[in-house]
């Protein structure tokens, strides 16, 4: 059973930069699209970033665009969030996720929440102003 792992939150100043990373074990992902969601206080788990299984198609909403990078490395069964110019509104636990069925159309990006079946424990990623 594949399972995930964060890593690499912490505190932060606004504008700094964190990497978050997502270990996989329990299987690889070479297939899987993946995403990085987060819940801030008070509020749904959101998608930050979805990523398709070979790379080559990314989705961001517009509140990271241009600030957060989603890559992976599927032979190390490893996916990351490099998240530049934070805002204290970033602060929230930040969450990997994997879409679990192998696709083989890497047109596949997955944006909504129901469309993951794998999640780590969550990350907290803080950023004071």
């Known amino acids: 059973q594949v399972q995930l792992a964060e890593s690499g939150g912490g505190l932060v100043q606004t504008g700094g930069s964190l990497r978050l990373s997502c270990a996989v074990s329990g299987g690889k992902i070479s297939r899987y699209p993946m995403g990085w969601f987060r819940q801030r206080p008070g509020n749904e788990r959101e998608i930050v970033a979805a990523l398709s299984w070979g790379g080559g198609n990314t989705y961001y909403p517009n509140f990271v665009k241009g600030r957060f990078t989603i890559s992976r490395d599927n032979a190390k069964s490893a996916v990351y969030l490099q998240m530049n110019s934070l805002k204290p509104e970033d602060t929230a636990v930040y969450y990997c996720?994997?879409?679990?069925?192998?696709?083989?159309?890497?047109?596949?990006?997955?944006?909504?929440?129901?469309?993951?079946?794998?999640w780590g424990q969550g990350t907290q990623v803080t950023v004071s102003s």
């Open positions: 996720a994997a879409h679990t069925m192998e696709v083989y159309d890497d047109a596949f990006v997955f944006s909504e929440r129901n469309h993951y079946n794998t």
